[in-house]
């Protein structure tokens, strides 16, 4: 069964900082959940000592760093400390895209990953979101096409 599949089958979060979570890696303690809104957060593990790290946030996506969670696996219970990465409960059609994306972005964090680092992951993919968030070259132009014939037909009415 694939991530985005058993995520989907998670029950929602009951408290703030309390998960049923899937694990990630053998290697490292990053886990994926469902929030009490339904929408997936990943949590990950951070190695780095306690320290006021803003948070970030995009349209739809946001990061709390050094946030102490409680994870409840088929196999362990335990108390952490995570950067979590969330994806707006209010927008479930990007949930799957959020969930193989990111899934796949945080394979390659190493094994005791600080804050640093998460944060260089997650800027990555923020990146990668602002990319395909914006229109290509050849629509814009495509656009100017369009608004040009407009303007210079002789009937603009029709022509619209």
Same mark, same amino acid.
């Given at each position: 069964?694939?991530?985005?599949?058993?995520?989907?089958?998670?029950?929602?979060a009951t408290a703030? $900082?309390a998960?049923?979570a899937i694990? /990630?890696s053998? @290697?490292?303690?990053?886990?994926? &959940?469902?929030?009490?809104?339904?929408a997936?957060?990943?949590?990950?593990h951070?190695?780095?000592? %306690?320290q006021? =790290?803003?948070g970030?946030?995009?349209?739809?996506?946001? $990061? @709390?760093?050094?946030?102490?969670c409680r994870?409840h696996?088929?196999d362990t219970?335990?108390?952490?400390q995570f $950067? !979590? %990465?969330?994806?707006d409960?209010?927008?479930?059609?990007l949930? *799957?895209?959020?969930?193989?994306?990111?899934?796949a972005?945080? *394979?390659?964090?190493p %094994?005791? =990953?600080?804050?640093?680092?998460?944060? &260089?992951?997650?800027?990555? /993919?923020?990146d !990668?979101?602002?990319?395909?968030?914006q229109?290509?070259?050849?629509?814009v132009?495509? !656009?100017?096409? *369009?608004?040009? %014939?407009i303007?210079? =037909?002789?009937?603009? &009415?029709? &022509? /619209?």
């Amino acid at each position: 069964m694939d991530l985005f599949h058993q995520f989907s089958a998670l029950p929602c979060a009951t408290a703030e $900082a309390a998960f049923t979570a899937i694990p /990630l890696s053998v @290697q490292r303690k990053d886990f994926l &959940a469902k929030a009490a809104d339904g929408a997936p957060i990943f949590l990950l593990h951070d190695a780095s000592q %306690v320290q006021y =790290s803003p948070g970030v946030q995009f349209r739809h996506l946001t $990061a @709390q760093f050094h946030a102490t969670c409680r994870v409840h696996t088929d196999d362990t219970d335990l108390q952490e400390q995570f $950067a !979590l %990465v969330a994806c707006d409960g209010a927008v479930p059609d990007l949930h *799957e895209l959020f969930v193989r994306c990111f899934g796949a972005a945080i *394979e390659e964090l190493p %094994v005791d =990953s600080g804050t640093r680092e998460l944060n &260089a992951c997650i800027q990555k /993919l923020l990146d !990668l979101f602002r990319a395909l968030s914006q229109p290509s070259g050849k629509e814009v132009s495509g !656009l100017w096409g *369009e608004l040009y %014939v407009i303007a210079n =037909s002789g009937d603009i &009415a029709g &022509a /619209l």
